[in-house]
């Protein structure tokens, strides 16, 4: 198994909001808090894009180079998660993170930040698979009951796709290839070149 | 005797004394780099039936057979697979 990914086809998104939603059923994330959100790029122009964003479960993850107590893991299947006993709600990952990834929740009634709160690819966290604590604390652990995270399984265009990278790859490929246009949004050569042939072109005459 | 005594005594204050300045360390320390958490069990490590609504059948501790599971479940993320 390679890493687990999320890539979002901007081709397809509708900005539904159907991913923040299930997100936010499935894990039942604090008000306040957004694991994932949808982004519109050119809001109202002809040609707007939007794109679902969350944690994209870096290869090497800023917010763990910098966060002061180490209370980030990687698992084997390249999710990024962290320990909510030892965070000390900070924020410096918020501030390395490319994304706005993190997220925390106000505590008391001074608005006091809480400890950090992130996607976890419907991976739980640090405690007994699919436990009240764990639920409590990271949500659903979907990938223990052999599921996909729910944002990507509930999107009705198919526009999210997340799990193995290599297998995200192959059917984005699949997708841009046969409908021929999308392709210069990341690159032919990178995205969709298979091994065999690096150098493969993208289809002339091929509009976005 | 009497001096040899007395700073005995003084020596005895002086380390009773400063026993109660010694500061040993209230943190943890942390380790730069390396994760201090708990340790987090694997998914494929579970049974397959633990958890409601799971219909997904893999062996448990069997890493290939839950990634074979997780890769079909991909598929459904396909449709020009799924419709043909």
Redesign the interface.
Known sequence: MARMKFLCDAERCIECNGCVTACKQENEVPWGVNRRRVVTLNDGVPGEKSISVACMHCSDAPCMAVCPVDCFYKTEEGVVLHDKDMCIGCGYCLYACPFGAPQFPQAGAFGMRGKMDKCTFCAGGPEKDNSKEEFAKYGSNRLAQGKLPACAEMCATKALIAGDGDVVADIFRTRATKRGKGAEVWGWGTAYGKPDNPQQQAPKGAKS | MISACKLAVVALVVTAGLAGCGEKEQVIV??????????????W??E?G??L??????TKGD?SS??A???S?????????RAE
Do not use: H
């Open positions: 942390y380790q730069q780099g390396k994760y201090q958490g708990k340790p987090d069990t694997r998914p490590e579970n397959p633990a958890s609504y799971t219909t997904s059948k893999w890493k839950w990634e599971v997780l890769k479940r991909n598929q459904n993320q396909n449709e020009y697979t």
